[in-house]
């Protein structure tokens, strides 16, 4: 699973990147949250269409997402606290199962660039009948 730069997604370096990426949500840290996107990537949610943020549900680069991350790690209730639940490995891609924590089950799609930094975010929520399981 290595890309033309030598950039492998493992098993362990996807266990490692997701135990980390949930540690970093569950601390709060906007900017430990960050640290694992470049600037240019591109956040993709149900959850940016429902809070009329757009329409299509895509926020490009750093800066729109930090401002939209920021009001949700403030005003999430209960406080935003994700339990990790799966990984699953791609070539050049992972996703992350997790329970956010009274809210829904989600399964995050994140991509990399040759770097190791995520360039693109897909959120991805489970049902109403999914979060009340398991």
């Not at 729109?64 to 009001?71: D, G, M, Q, S």
């Not at 935003?80 to 089950?105: P, T």
């Amino acid at each position: 699973m290595e890309n033309k730069n030598g950039f492998a997604i493992t098993p362990d370096f996807a266990r490692e990147f997701a135990r980390e990426w949930v540690e970093a949500w569950n601390s709060h840290d906007l900017e430990r949250i960050l640290a694992h996107y470049a600037d240019d990537f591109e956040m993709r949610s149900p959850l940016i269409r429902e809070r009329k943020i757009n329409d299509n549900g895509v926020l490009h680069g750093k800066d729109a997402v930090r401002a939209y991350w920021a009001k949700a790690l403030e005003t999430a209730v209960p406080p935003i606290k994700f339990e990790l639940r799966d990984v699953y490995v791609g070539a050049s891609s992972l996703a992350i199962a997790y329970r956010n924590v009274g809210r829904a089950l989600v399964t995050e799609v994140v991509i990399f660039n040759d770097e190791g930094k995520v360039i693109s975010g897909n959120a991805l929520y489970g049902t109403k009948d999914s979060a009340s399981a398991g």
